[in-house]
């Protein structure tokens, strides 16, 4: 772990420091089909393997308690104290409102997205529009962000990371877990997220794309793609930064978003704004009207006095910057006190290091890091021994689900936690 804390808010591309991660501290906890659950020095780790399906269902059955609460927490109680305005209107049921969003939306979506999320709900014995509903959430938020290497760094080196910064009181951090994927027919990748979640906010994939948001205005224009399946799709398709950006330039798109994509294979990073009208490309060393304080090899986004100071500090330090000094960029007061998680990646190796918000809403800037080696944990395998849950249905029928026959009475699956 690296003890040096990472503030809030704030999307960056850097590199990190750390001990490698170790196999010692390693337990398969269940397994189901062939996914399976692992314990990594203290995190959660899920691992996902097959179709669409397949996938959801092995995360369902493997964080049944974790979505169901999740799921819960966030509508029964949190989304009460939210006030979603749509059409000038206060509305005052944002499940109702985010469902609506949802079905609007799910032309546009890939239909392998909605059979994973099939597979969520039957693997957790839930309605499968619940699921749903929680999975468009991440569409009312928003966070900052910036990119570091070639002469703003010691060797060139590529730095790059993701400060989340969503509000520790919705308590997705209890339901922390880093999913590593290997879908059917796509590209194996990486997801930092949430029990139920099969979007995207953070992530790596296995052809060293990293990928992370920020988010602006805009609420309300919602003909488009949601951008936690924009970046899944990113993690799932590109080959090379291009795909990446040609990804949010393609499809329609929703609200005021904007990214960081790094290229581990290039030490490239770009900055996009990907909003419902408009799409701009920043590379390195560039600015523009938003981002008017350009930096020889960096990608700097952020807000008002926290923007202004990240360029401050990026100058100051200009070419000597290593993955314990690009820690101190995120520092007060470019961080933010709702850091929801941290995440550095350095995407040309792999490795990466995690740190979330304590259950009672300390922000992660001030949490310890978990490190990780992606293609390590690509190569890890489910201990025998352990429990096994009942695996997926490898082709189901929606008349024939799982939910369908809990509904019927069924017993669902036990619970792993």
């Known amino acids: 772990m690296v003890r040096k804390a990472i503030p809030a808010a704030v999307l ?19 397994r189901c089909g062939a996914g399976f659950l692992e314990d990594v020095n203290g995190y959660r780790v899920l691992h996902v393997k097959g179709t669409p399906y397949e996938m959801g269902y092995q995360q369902g059955a493997l964080l049944k308690d974790d979505i169901r609460e999740n799921v819960r927490f966030l509508f029964e109680e949190k989304g009460k104290e939210m006030k979603v305005e749509l059409a000038g209107l206060k509305l005052l049921d944002p499940k109702r409102v985010i469902a609506g969003i949802a079905a609007r939306q799910k032309k546009l979506i890939p239909g392998r997205f909605f059979e994973e999320m099939r597979g969520v709900a039957d693997g957790a014995g839930m309605d499968v529009q619940d699921v749903i509903t929680a999975n468009f959430i991440p569409e009312m938020f928003h966070c900052s962000g910036f990119a570091i290497s070639g002469s703003a760094t010691k060797g060139g080196t590529l730095y790059h990371g993701r400060i989340l910064d969503y509000g520790c009181d919705w308590r997705l951090q209890d339901h922390a877990v880093l999913t590593i994927a290997e ?21 790596m994939n296995a052809k060293k794309i990293s990928i992370g948001e920020m988010g602006g205005k805009g609420l309300g224009h919602w003909d488009g ?11 799932e398709e590109a080959n090379t930064l291009d795909e990446a950006i040609a ?13 960081v994509v790094a290229d581990g294979k290039t030490g490239q990073g770009v900055g996009m704004e990907a909003s419902w009208d408009a799409f701009h490309v920043v590379k390195m060393g560039e600015s523009n ?12 986004l952020s807000a008002g006095d926290r923007y202004k100071e990240l360029v401050r500090r990026v100058q100051a330090g200009h070419g000597t910057f290593d993955a314990e000094s690009a820690l101190h960029l995120m520092d007060r007061p470019v961080a933010m006190k709702s850091n929801l998680h941290s995440v550095l990646f350095e995407t040309t190796s792999g490795r990466m290091w995690v ?25 890890h395998q489910a201990d025998s021994s352990a429990p096994a849950l009942p695996a997926p249905p490898s082709s189901t029928p929606p008349q024939a689900s799982p939910r369908r026959a809990a509904q019927a009475g069924a017993t669902p699956a036990s619970t792993v936690r």
Request: glycine fraction near 6%; charge should be positive.
């Open 12 to 30: 960056v591309l850097i590199v990190a420091i750390a001990s490698s991660p170790s196999r010692a501290g390693t337990k398969t906890i269940a």
């Open 183 to 203: 879908p059917d027919g796509h590209i194996p990748f990486v997801n930092v997220t949430y029990a139920g979640f099969v979007g995207s906010v953070t992530g």
């Open 225 to 235: 793609v949601p951008m936690a399946f924009l970046m899944r799709m990113v993690l």
């Open 247 to 259: 990804v949010f330039r393609d499809h329609p798109r929703t609200c005021e978003y904007y990214f």
């Open 289 to 300: 009207e938003k981002l008017p304080s350009a930096v020889k090899d960096a990608v700097l």
């Open 355 to 379: 740190a979330n918000a304590t259950k009672e809403g300390r922000p992660a800037a001030e949490q310890p890091y978990h490190a990780f080696i992606f293609p390590e944990l690509l190569k």
